[in-house]
């Protein structure tokens, strides 16, 4: 079973490995990380959060709710423009046991390039909640995190509820 790895964990910080082969154990993986997102409410999961260190993630389009499973997903464009939105993390929880949340600023619209489940070259232009998604699924990869993006004093307000999470 699959367990969420919490901030802190130098698992999340780590620089995932490129995805040479689907293995029956990576969909057997994106399956299960799928039904943890749903379960706890989250719009994206990525292999990091579950402790493996390979390049792939889970996300919704919330507009929609088609569900993506992205191999060796890669950001070919961002916008210029930019927005602020706020976002939480399955990984970055408060004491209530439920995800904090800050603004953070992203471009506005993505290119976006992956291998799906069955081996297909896809790719997408994402804007609004997608692309906002879409970029903090990927960071996860790269071992960045949305806290990363904050001002020292607005990071230190989301760590000072982090800190009194229960493990
Ligand atoms: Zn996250």
């Known amino acids: 079973m699959l367990q969420m790895k919490l901030c802190g964990d130098l698992v999340l910080r780590e620089k995932c490995d490129v995805v040479t082969e689907i293995t029956p154990e990576i969909l057997h993986t994106l399956d299960e990380m799928v039904q943890m997102m749903r379960d706890q409410n989250g719009v994206g999961l990525a292999a990091p959060q579950v402790n493996i260190t390979k390049r792939f993630l889970v996300m919704t389009n919330p507009d929609t709710d088609e569900v993506f499973?992205?191999?060796?997903?890669?950001?070919?464009?961002?916008?210029?423009?930019?927005?602020?939105?706020?976002?939480?993390?399955?990984?970055?929880?408060?004491?209530?046991?439920?995800?904090?949340?800050?603004?953070?600023?992203?471009?506005?619209?993505?290119d976006v390039a992956w291998t799906d489940e069955n081996g297909r070259q896809l790719a997408a232009h994402m804007s609004g909640l997608p692309a906002r998604v879409v970029q903090h699924e990927t960071d996860?990869?790269?071992?960045?995190?949305?806290?990363?993006?904050?001002?020292?004093?607005?990071?230190?307000?989301?760590?000072?509820?982090?800190?009194?999470?229960?493990?």
């Open 69 to 110: 499973k992205m191999i060796n997903p890669v950001i070919t464009k961002r916008s210029d423009e930019t927005c602020t939105m706020e976002e939480g993390c399955l990984s970055v929880l408060g004491p209530d046991d439920l995800p904090v949340f800050a603004n953070v600023t992203r471009p506005e619209s993505v």
């Open 140 to 167: 996860h990869l790269d071992g960045i995190l949305f806290i990363d993006y904050l001002s020292p004093v607005r990071r230190e307000m989301v760590m000072r509820k982090v800190r009194k999470h229960k493990k």
